[in-house]
């Protein structure tokens, strides 16, 4: 009776170590227009941090960055959980804080490069996303 009362507690720490690798608990799937909605969002925000990028106003700039970042932390964003995708989201929202830290500071040109990064972020995970086939057909 020992014997099996200690398996089931390794094998319940090790089920929780696991879990917590993957840093998010599954969700559900959003549909095909919840996700087509929320990728609008996110390029409707893009578009806001260049429009301020190019006007130089660094309020909306922060703004808009702190908005993006903000997106990465929803639901409907962390239903994939691999660890790839998971280090895809960081460097995403380390896009977006540099963009943000430097729009504070008054920085267009630490901006625009954040900027750059972030484009590459966004490509680089839709890439991985098509790749594995884990983004559905229809945001392709």
Known sequence: MKRWAIVLLVATGLGLV??????VPPQDTPSPDQLKLF????????KTVLE?????????????AQAL???S????????????????SADFRRACQTI?????EK??????????DLTVRCVECHKYLRRNALLPKKTR
Do not use: C
């Not at 990728?39 to 893009?46: D, G, P």
């Not at 301020?52 to 808009?64: D, G, I, K, V």
């Not at 943000?100 to 504070?104: D, I, V, Y």
């Not at 920085?107 to 750059?116: E, I």
């Open 73 to 88: 932390l929803e639901s409907n964003w962390n239903t994939i959980t691999t660890p790839e995708y998971i280090e895809q």
């Open 107 to 116: 920085n267009v040109d630490r901006a625009a490069l954040g900027f750059v």
């Open 52 to 64: 301020a990028l190019s006007t130089e106003n660094y309020q909306q700039l922060a703004t808009s």
């Open 69 to 71: 970042s903000l997106l």
């Open 100 to 104: 943000k830290s430097a729009a504070e």
């Open 18 to 23: 696991g879990w917590q690798s993957y840093g």
């Open 39 to 46: 990728m609008r969002q996110k390029l409707e925000h893009s």
